[in-house]
C-alpha cells in the first residue's frame, strides 16, 4: 500500500496540542519549527515540555519547502530548532542538544551512565521497530 502526500494537511494542532502551542507563541531565544502530526516533532516536543523549556512554536507545513524553512534545515524535514542564531535539525539529536544546551532543567536520562545507556537502547528500539509502524498507521 502506498500512501499520497497531502500537501495541504491540516494546517495546525488541536485540542490540548493546540493549547500548548498558544502558550509558546510569544518570541524567544529557542524557535521550535514543528509540525504537528510528525512523530519525530512530537519526540522533542515532549523533550521541551519535560524540560520545562522556554521556547517559541513555529509550525511548519514540511510538504511546502518554503526558502525561509530550508534555509533552517536544507532537507525541508521537521522539526528544527534555531538557537542563538543556529540551527540544527533531527529529533535524536535536538534532545541530545537540549539536554547538554540546559543541564539545569529536569534531566531527560538518568545520571548513572548504565542507566543512560539502557534508555538509549530503548530509544533505539523504539525508533528502529515502534515509529516507523506507528507512522504508517497515522499515514493511513
Keep these: 500500500m502506498t500512501s499520497a502526500v497531502d500537501a495541504n494537511i491540516y494546517p495546525h494542532a488541536s485540542g490540548e496540542a493546540e493549547k500548548t502551542v498558544k502558550a509558546h507563541s510569544s518570541d524567544q531565544e529557542l524557535v521550535f519549527y514543528a509540525g504537528w502530526f510528525c512523530p519525530f516533532v512530537q519526540r522533542t ?3 521541551l515540555e519535560e524540560k ?5 512554536y513555529r509550525e511548519v507545513n514540511p510538504y511546502k519547502k518554503e526558502k525561509e524553512f530550508l534555509d533552517i534545515n536544507p532537507l525541508g524535514l521537521v522539526p ?4 542563538r542564531e543556529k540551527a540544527l535539525y533531527e529529533s535524536l539529536i535536538l534532545n541530545e542538544f537540549l539536554e547538554d544546551e540546559f543541564p539545569d532543567s529536569k534531566a531527560l536520562l538518568p ?3 548504565f542507566e543512560r ?3 538509549r537502547l530503548w530509544i533505539d528500539y523504539l525508533t528502529k ?3 516507523p509502524a506507528f507512522y504508517r498507521i497515522m499515514q493511513a
Design 111 to 113: 545520571k548513572d551512565s
Design 45 to 47: 516536543w515532549l523533550a
Design 117 to 119: 545507556a539502557r534508555c
Design 129 to 131: 521497530k515502534f515509529t
Design 80 to 83: 528544527a530548532i534555531v538557537y
Design 52 to 56: 520545562e523549556l522556554e521556547y517559541e
